[in-house]
């Protein structure tokens, strides 16, 4: 036996699938030669930042909180040694850290694949929805960030690719969910790398994100991620960094007040069901009204064929019992411990694409 959980599938028309968490915290690691005194620090603004670290670790953790709407809800700096061989011992640490997206400015090129395939894990096997900024990693996943761009010069200074996945990741922490982080300026960016537009569409189709001159400015491109190998039940929305976001959100919501306010703690009924369908469908007009959801479009509701398919596969219907129940019988039938809840959902993106046909 597992301990007790609530997996939460939202599924997509066409060909996707959804999920998410809070937003807005991003966790750096980074290295020192000597651990200061604290080597967990949480930071809201750059007064918090401790001035025993390095002068380049404190200058990470003020380009993450620089933001862009606004700035990301919260820092995390883990401290390890500079002498510390790979990551193994700090990533089983973050296991049970609460944040939404991984920077390690000073990674090794050997070390990106390797936390890349954390990543993946964490969002497939325990259900934490992280993400992380990476410099050239085509991790193909929702979850990895491919940041690309190889000049990034500002008046005082050149970054490496990866020193700078601090500023995107805090970008991304300090965008509302309403909109994206497409065309967010970095105005602090003086010269970057060159492109054609062909070659800047091939990039964005390829799961790359950069920032570019558009003649009058830097801004960063197009807000996808890493993947591109869409598939059925996983389509295009999951290429998108906010609707990822929204639906890492929603995911963690509602397995969340799944686990603190009903697991354990209600007799499984099917009226008791019932109620967390209702909590559930509340939560979805909140965001609607909150413009993430498309009103009058979302809905919780008992997932009958998966109840069917549980009666069925732990013996206590046969197929041909279960043709000739009603649709009522399969909700009111006792089903253990489990319940089947499913939600459709209808994501808003931003405004991206506009076509203006003028006739004159």
């Not at 699938?17 to 991003?26: F, L, N, Q, T």
């Not at 990895?144 to 010069?153: E, W």
Request: hydrophobic share 40%; net charge negative; charged share 25%.
């Amino acid at each position: 036996m597992k301990m007790p959980s609530i997996n939460v599938v939202f599924k997509e028309k066409g060909i996707t699938a959804i999920e998410r968490s809070d937003r807005g915290i991003v966790l750096l690691i980074l290295k020192e030669e000597t651990l200061p005194s604290q080597t967990e620090i949480n930071l809201y603004t750059v007064d918090d930042i401790p001035s025993e670290l390095s002068k380049d670790n404190q200058e990470q953790l003020q380009l993450a909180l620089k933001g862009y709407v606004n700035t990301p809800r919260k820092v995390i700096a883990e401290i390890i040694q500079s002498d510390a061989e790979g990551y193994t011992d700090i990533l089983k640490t973050l296991e049970n850290r609460r944040f939404d997206y991984l920077v390690i400015p000073d990674i090794e090129d050997e070390n990106i694949d390797t936390i890349a395939t954390w990543v993946k894990g964490m969002r497939t096997n325990k259900h934490k929805r992280i993400k992380a900024v990476l410099p050239d990693c085509t991790a193909d996943n929702e979850g990895v960030i491919n940041f690309v761009n190889a000049t990034i010069q500002t008046k005082s200074k050149t970054y490496t690719t990866a020193q700078y996945c601090s500023r995107i990741a805090g970008i991304i922490a300090g965008t509302p969910m309403t909109i994206a982080c497409t065309y967010a300026p970095l105005p602090e960016v003086v010269g970057c790398d060159v492109w054609t537009q062909e070659e800047m569409d091939a990039m964005v189709d390829a799961g790359k994100l950069f920032f570019f001159f558009d003649g009058e400015k830097i801004k960063l491109s197009r807000g996808v991620n890493s993947f591109v190998t869409t598939m059925e039940g996983k389509g295009t929305a999951f290429q998108k960094i906010k609707l990822v976001d929204l639906m890492d959100m929603i995911h963690d919501d509602i397995r969340t007040t799944g686990q603190d306010s009903y697991l354990g703690k209600y007799a499984n009924s099917y009226a008791n069901r019932c109620l967390l369908v209702t909590a559930i469908q509340g939560y979805l007009d909140q965001l609607a009204m909150g413009g993430l959801l498309e009103k009058d479009q979302n809905t919780a509701y008992i997932d009958v064929d998966a109840t069917k398919v549980w009666l069925e596969s732990n013996g206590k219907y046969t197929k041909d019992e279960l043709a000739e129940m009603s649709e009522m019988d399969i909700k009111m039938a006792n089903i253990g411990s489990n319940v089947f809840i499913a939600v459709d959902a209808s994501l808003l993106d931003a405004m991206e694409d506009v076509t203006v046909n003028v006739n004159i």
